[in-house]
């Protein structure tokens, strides 16, 4: 059997390696409402799975793909997709099957919701998702090996990607289903040999669907998951001698046909990468695309040789030479059918391939194909059949061709007849073209009586009108009556065709009721009706009589009606432009008017891309006769209004005169667009206060350690209208050359005046690395919560903390007291202030060094001249009266945490 090596290999990357991918792409199909299945269709190569045994479904169970809007490239959302199936894809011919190649088809899927108040912009939007890397043997791209060389330029990545359009438009629902592309072939290809698919997919919405080559797009990085980035997107680079128009270099090299058939010959072996896209058109415009990149495996294979079919008459003795590819025959129509065939003969060259009969076979495939004609749905002639040939007895096969009583076409038809070998990876084929001339048996052609063309004209409200006709047919054969418009239903319009009939004859009649306030003729006044008869002859052949009726009908007239506002200036003006800040409201009457007709009327409004209720605007609708008003109104508020996307909103106002009799839709509109400026805003005012201070200059503090450190933050707003702003204050940043921590502020919220304190008692710990002053800063944000124009103030409040000044540079140790109740130096004392009675002070002028972070006052202790502790105390404002002690020379040592000071004492009397 011949064996072809060509494998389609769509690219996908994954966590690893991308060996095992094969293919995919995405779907996006609608189920209802807004509810959307998203898909990710992937080919999973099984035999150079690079998992190590772990299936990718097990390894990455989940997926996430992005969604971005085509207008900016704006991320709107990401979807997971859960793994949901797995099934093996089949073979052409599954002999052709040696274990080269064995796919998965893996589906992860989701349903999504795209909601119509998010996915509504007009150019759309995209998905993607990236993996990395594609084969590092691929001829006709740059794909090295990122393991060996992270750095490299040259790597080559897969970015999965398709389009589709918002899910509305004009404010109606925009129902849309993505292209269904039908999976790659697992097949095998040869070298000078040619490959073919139809690669054409379907399309539940029957939009047009256009097939072209691309260049596959790479991703932004060689990272196995690359981040989630917004297109557009790098292509692959090409080798040198390839590129889009060469990317096989083939003869001829690839083409796809706009309808999805896919050809080639390769000339070169190797593995070869392309990407085909598909767009999706409706109506002439586009509105999706979805892409599928492939891979290619060619290789040298064994040559191989197409079967020969040649055919004869019936009434022939011998087949013609194996190149006599075409036949021309005739049969009267008093050919029986056992007569009424051709034989054709099929062999082949590589039955004889083998060394023994039997040893090499070729299973044959026979089809009948229809060439200038389509068939009939239901038509079973000539079913396919199918034959093994092999180098012995069956080296030939014979088959009878019959051909139906009744020809296809009134004519010569066409046929091809064509045999197919099993060869690997697409049979190869020879094909017979028969042209067949069958005479159809006799018949007679039904026909009218009367006369062929009747035109009228009536006016609305004649009575009942009727248009007699009458066919026949000589051989009195079964008639068969039908009726066709110009694009209308008869019933729609009063009219109906009403006939009898018998073998060979047809009485009838075609009637209209033209009255207009029972049928609607405001869309169309003139019509052109058919009615045809034809024969069930025995081969049914289309050849009907035709008789045909214009009509047409005559209405009365009726006024328009006239709409206006009080905003407008000048007679008919048909749009007014106005200028409204957010915030501001608008308000304005209009008024509709028929007092022509004094028909019934019908006010409404809406909005030019948005619906007015979207942003609270109000308008009711009226309904009176001759004139009828209603008010517009609108407060414009914030929450309803994003200028960035939209500044500028057009109202419609519409009058509907349509109650008239015969319905004419009579209407008149005008537009009112307000384009849309910012709030105004004054900007908040944000000072700081001290308790002791009417404000703090410069925002500078400096205080020594122990003070309490109070100051307040007082916020104001001059806006008033519409109302006062809410304001925030908050405290956003805090700084020194040591973080601060231990303060208390708290946020606040309100309107102006806002105020908050500031409240600090640092310790000693607030000193680091014996630096004693440290400076900070404290930054407070005052802010409002106006719409679009939101503002804001700062300020920064600097705050120097130093220690306590501890020096002792005029500190002196007193070395004399006297204790003799003269009320002068009564006591001994380092610190402080002593009054008696008659305001005489004591020890004045001494005063120890200031407790602070490096020195603390810790004791003092007095001895005797024998060293005996006489007095001791830990408190700096102590007083010794030395009672019971003799006069004499007394020591003392005063202690601090870091120093000590000693003094010989004198006490006298």
Not at 611 to 639: E, H, M, Y
């Amino acid at each position: 059997m011949k064996k072809l090596l060509l494998t389609l290999l769509l690219l996908i990357a994954f966590p690893v390696m991308a060996s095992h991918i094969v293919g995919g792409e995405f779907e996006l199909i609608h189920l209802s409402g807004n509810r959307y299945r998203l898909s990710l269709i992937y080919y999973f190569d099984v035999v150079n799975n690079t998992f190590g045994g772990v299936r990718p479904e097990v390894s990455e169970p989940n997926l996430t793909v992005s969604i971005y809007q085509k207008s900016n490239n704006q991320l709107i959302r990401t979807v997971n997709l859960p793994f949901l199936s797995k099934t093996r894809v089949s073979y052409t011919q599954p002999a052709c099957s040696k274990g080269e190649i064995i796919t998965d088809k893996l589906i992860y899927s989701s349903e999504i919701e795209l909601s119509s108040s998010i996915f509504n912009h007009p150019e759309g939007y995209y998905l993607s998702w990236q993996r990395c890397c594609r084969n590092y043997n691929i001829l006709n791209i740059y794909s090295e090996n990122v393991t060996a060389n992270p750095s490299t330029p040259f790597f080559a990545g897969q970015t999965f990607y398709l389009e589709f359009p918002p899910v509305t438009k004009n404010g109606e629902p925009f129902i849309n289903n993505s292209p269904r592309l039908f999976p790659p072939l697992n097949d095998y290809g040869c070298v000078n040999k040619p490959y073919y698919t139809d690669f054409a997919g379907t399309d539940d919405d029957k939009d047009s669907l256009v097939y072209s080559l691309v260049t596959p797009l790479n991703t932004f990085t060689s990272q196995t998951n690359p981040p989630t980035r917004p297109g557009p997107y790098n292509p692959i680079q090409w080798r040198p001698d390839f590129g889009i128009n060469r990317i096989l270099r083939g003869a001829p090299d690839l083409k796809v046909s706009t309808e999805g058939f896919l050809t080639v010959t390769p000339t070169l072996e190797g593995l070869f990468v392309f990407a085909v896209k598909c767009e999706e058109f409706r109506k002439g415009v586009k509105i999706g695309e979805v892409r599928r990149d492939f891979q290619m495996l060619v290789i040298d294979c064994p040559k191989a040789d197409p079967p020969v079919i040649v055919g004869k008459k019936s009434t022939d003795v011998t087949f013609p030479m194996p190149n006599a590819n075409s036949l021309s025959v005739s049969f009267a129509n008093t050919t029986t059918d056992a007569d009424r065939y051709i034989d054709v003969k099929i062999s082949d060259k590589d039955v004889f391939k083998g060394t023994t009969p039997d040893f090499f076979s070729e299973k044959i495939k026979l089809k009948v194909v229809p060439i200038n004609f389509k068939r009939k749905a239901g038509d079973t002639w000539f079913p396919e059949s199918s034959a093994t040939l092999t180098n012995g007895a069956d080296s030939i096969k014979t088959f009878k061709v019959f051909f139906p009583q009744c020809p296809y076409l009134n004519g010569p038809y066409q046929v091809g007849i064509v045999a197919y070998d099993d060869a690997c990876s697409l049979p190869l084929t020879d094909t017979l073209r028969v042209t067949v001339n069958t005479q159809p048996p006799p018949n007679a052609r039904a026909y009218f009586t009367t006369q062929e063309l009747t035109i009228a004209q009536v006016n609305e409200g004649d009575p009942l009108l009727t248009f007699p006709f009458q066919a026949k047919d000589n051989d009195l054969d079964d008639l068969v009556v039908s009726v066709l418009t110009d694009g209308f239903s008869l019933t729609s319009f009063g009219m109906a065709v009403n006939f009898t009939q018998q073998k060979g004859l047809v009485n009838g009649q075609l009637t209209w009721d033209p009255r207009c306030n029972v049928y609607d003729f405001t869309k169309r006044t003139a019509f052109t009706v058919r009615i045809l008869v034809d024969d069930k002859d025995l081969c049914n052949f289309g050849d009907p009589d035709t008789v045909v009726y214009k009509l047409s009908i005559k209405l009365p007239g009726n006024a328009d009606p006239i709409i206006d506002t009080d905003l407008t200036t000048a007679t008919n003006e048909r749009k007014v432009t106005l200028q409204k800040k957010v915030l501001e409201s608008v308000s304005f009457n209009v008024t509709g008017k028929d007092v022509v007709d004094n028909d019934l009327l019908i006010l409404n409004a809406k909005g030019i891309g948005f619906n007015i209720s979207d942003l609270s605007a109000n308008f009711p609708q009226a309904t009176g006769r001759a004139i009828v008003s209603s008010l517009f109104s609108w407060n414009i508020k914030c929450d309803k209004i994003d200028l960035k996307k939209k500044d500028t909103y057009t109202f419609q106002f519409i009058v509907v005169d349509n109650a008239n009799k015969c319905r004419f839709y009579k209407a008149d509109t005008i537009d009112v667009e307000i384009k849309l400026l910012p709030p105004d805003n004054a900007k908040p005012k944000l000072v700081a206060f001290s308790p002791s201070l009417a404000s703090i200059t410069n925002n500078n503090l400096e205080y020594r350690l122990g003070q309490p450190i109070e100051f307040s933050l007082v916020g104001t707003d001059a806006d008033v209208i519409p109302s006062k702003d809410n304001l925030t204050l908050t405290l956003i940043d805090a700084t020194g050359n040591e973080v601060p921590t231990g303060f208390v502020f708290e946020k606040a919220t309100g309107q102006s005046p806002l105020q908050s304190a500031f409240n600090w008692s640092p310790d000693c710990s607030i000193f680091k690395n014996q630096v004693f002053e440290n400076n900070y800063t404290f930054t407070f944000r005052l802010a409002d919560d106006k719409c679009i124009t939101a503002k804001a103030d700062t300020i920064r409040v600097n705050i120097r903390i130093k220690d306590v000044d501890g020096s002792d540079k005029d500190f002196y140790l007193p070395n004399v007291f006297t204790p003799n109740g003269d009320k002068h130096n009564d006591f001994f004392a380092l610190e402080g202030f002593e009054w008696d009675e008659s305001g005489v002070d004591f020890n004045e002028k001494v005063s120890l060094p200031k407790d602070n972070c490096v020195n603390t006052f810790e004791s003092v202790k007095i001895f005797n001249r024998w060293g005996d502790l006489v007095f001791e105390s830990t408190d700096r404002k102590f007083r010794w009266y030395a009672d019971n002690e003799s006069a004499g020379v007394y020591y003392y040592r005063v202690k601090y945490s870091n120093k000590e000071y000693k003094s010989p004492l004198s006490l006298r009397n």
